[in-house]
């Protein structure tokens, strides 16, 4: 392999060159707060929902690219590097990225100096953790400087991204020893602060990006590192960031540590200060105390590490295909994982800003993880049925923040109410938890609309039944699984999206694709309903629509507009 | 003058140290074209409107900062460089940026190479055009490359800015020669495309970022300069650029030129196409052909220099005082215009993606530019009115590309409906074109509510009128002139804008402000009504709020309830 390889014994991927062909990166944290990190410490962190609160700043399709992250600065003499290579690109005499189950390690090495960069988000905390290991491997005493560096970002990553002339003037921090506490609207409207901090003294700090980068300066060479030394600024407005400086004399052999944290605060109402102005910083504090030593951050690596192991040992295949058991034991559960906490909302390519969580992916996606956190899909599937509409009809997105249905891009998506079924057919046949289709279940985040989850599933059923075009089959509506399909919308004018724009609702195209989702979870959908005792339902749904098991008839008209290449599929439904 | 100074007699601000505190900007354009350009070549070009049609890519708020533009790089053996020192940053041994009336120029010499660098939009074409010049000072012959550089944008500069996993899909481009044509969604719904084109053939070329910078490369030192080569690549989708490399050869003493142009071309939609899936270019040559060589470059210049000779012409003083003269004669008119052409909707701070022109902003700006282009000042009047509701309120913005109001930012700003007064009065005392009054024009650009001119003005009147507090007062709506000043809206969540937050229009917050305006351009209205021969209208409204010249009555309870400070500009209104 030319950029890395799989380690199974150790469940890494260990990348052993930097300059991979684009970065490649892990996501770190699991309950809700989480970093997207790369293979040279580029990415961000946020907490919930990577556009509503967003903890860094990150420029997407920058130039240089993934210039921001969670970068440490080696000052050794003149030389300055970086463990991950990134952003100085001074190279490295030795380099390795592990992406592992939930944490990623750096190790670099330059001149005599080996520096290990751990990074995980703790069970329990919403924190992201970072330890620098460092070892001089020379026969000589090392004087060596360490600035680590965070960019914060001002909460809304779209606002952050546009609205300068408002956010260049609200910029706030408060710096108490090793700790930088970023809380720009705090005394205005929000109940959070961010925690950049170190568990030792540090010997100088930056607040100002403008003071520590330099104004014209870069990321690749902070003037700050450059000089050696930070100039103790106080951001107010402009860009705040977190900056320190750690002066530290290794002797031959020597090691020391250095665990530094990026930590996301709320208080109460009521317990929003310590004096006029000043936040209280009581849990960051206790938050910290929690990670100050090496004891503590093992400990916690370890809790991390038994957590994946229980995940993933509900599942464990041996087959005597090495490549199989990697992906099925490994890989292809942590993606289910990463894809549970994110649903496609943050990636490197998806910028987080955009679209939240989607209605079909969520409900696609619980399929792979429902064995592995069956509680948590459970609860998945009630947030993603209350931004459904009393009609069967689905909000295609909604914001993990605030879990309502995204009126941007509304609805429309006519393959949306089926796949709820799909959802929770899966959860149920894996979990027997009939009871779910009990639960109360808002429509369209409105509680005077709740219903049960099974009303819910029925409207999704009658949704299709009653959107049928010309042939019988299925109205498209604005797509079926493929968004490009939007057989309704010829968008003419620019700027006009194929999601959103013209008359994509037409009373004429339909979809073969969301014919086969009916006949698939109208099954489901049967089944379900003879199981809790509504058989006469249950046959009515068969015969309206000839979904009888082993019955060879087909939806009116399905067979004979299906193209007869796709015939195997039918058959495969069936 | 540590970084600059004035010279009047060419109408120049000279800077001759690059690094100034921030980057210091010229605007060019003036019709319909513009570019923001930095004394470093830093900056972007758009159509009309800086978000929905922005021909090149610029990210604000980045580190580095100010790194995209119209950079030219000059290799010279090992040592490459630029004119206007960024985004190399290399030493110059020479520097100095002359920002003058609507052209900029660069000049940098390095090594006995002297470069030149001209900028300017010209008159009656969409383009902007730059000029570089090169001599050898030196005393032996010069082998230099040139590498001219643009980084497109996928037009809708918001879109581009956050929607990736669609546009790194979607770039489009065709070389001809030394033209390369970005044409991006044109073969989908766009009558546009924009083209970058050199007056000589090149040596290479690239339109794949990535070829040219390289993957993790910088524009600080891009691959291909470095190399000495471009690659020839064509981009399909990920990130269009125009970049060339011109191989030249230069004599001692020799001196040669280079022109280059960034233009938008639109073609009727039967003329898209010169083949199928080939772009029609024939109003982009003849548009090259225009400016093919120095003595048409110079020919254009002339005619925007004349251009600028008429419109500063119209209004000279001679007061003895040189910064007053320099004020009134140049800048605070050239602001003016600047002001007309972009309602600051674009700046270095504003980014162009959020706001449009404003409703209140460009009446008043009319009182700065109202005497040099009275006939725009017109039509300015008539697109700002047509935004106004039948009730006398306004959208607050507006689109400068479809002069339509902005439904995100709405209305309620108690203080729009006056300025419309404002700026009518101004241009009918500089014009005496009562005729515009009589000039039929939509409310809600809706053809179907229009009505006069005179009855725009008489619903402005009437909204204050009849949008009165406790007091007696004006209501302020969601601000009076001052924005941040909305006493109706109390944001506490997070993210809640001061401007379009919670219940904002309540029925008890007055405003002082609108008062005043009410008593001046109220009294504004009734001398138009007068002069239009309705004196009962004129004696109602005079009447009805005591405005009558020289009453010392004032609206019912204004006196009273103006703090006592503010009785002196209630005197100078009257």
Redesign the interface.
Known sequence: MRFGYFDDARREYVITEP?T??PWINYLGSDSFFTLLSNTAGGYSFYRDAR??RLTRY?????????EGFHIYIKDGESVWNPGW?PT?TALDAYTCRHGLGYTVLEGAKDGVAARQEFFVPKGDDCLLMRLTLRNESAAAKALQVFPYV?FCL??A??D?????RN?STGEVEVVGPAIYHKT?YR???D?YAVFWANRPADGFDTE?ERF?G??????MPEAVKNGACTGSVAHGW?PVAAEQFDLVLAPGESTSLILGLGYIENPAAEKWAAPGVVNKARAEAMMARYADDRQFDAALDALSAFWDALLGRYQVRSGDEKLDRMVNIWNQYQCMVTFNMSRSASY???G??RGMGFRDSCQDLLGFVHMIPERARERILDIAATQFPDGSAYHQYQPLTKKGNADIGSGFNDDPLWLIAGVDAYLRETGDWGILEETVDFNNDPALAQSLLEHLRRSFRFTETHLGPHGLPLIGRADWNDCLNLNCF??????SFQISGPSEGPVAESVFIGGMFVKYGRAWAGILRHVGREDEAAAAEIAHHLRPGSDVHPPHFREHLPTDHHGLLEQLH
Chains 1, 2 share one sequence.
């Open positions: 300059r062909p684009l509503l609160r420029r997407y399709n920058n130039c240089p690219l993934d210039s990134q690109q960019e909460w809304d779209l606002d991204s546009s609205n300068f002339q260049y609207e205005e409207r929000r959070h990006r980068i104004v014209y300066g870069s990321p690749a860009q390519f998806e910028s800003m955009g968008s003419e004018h620019p700027g006009e």
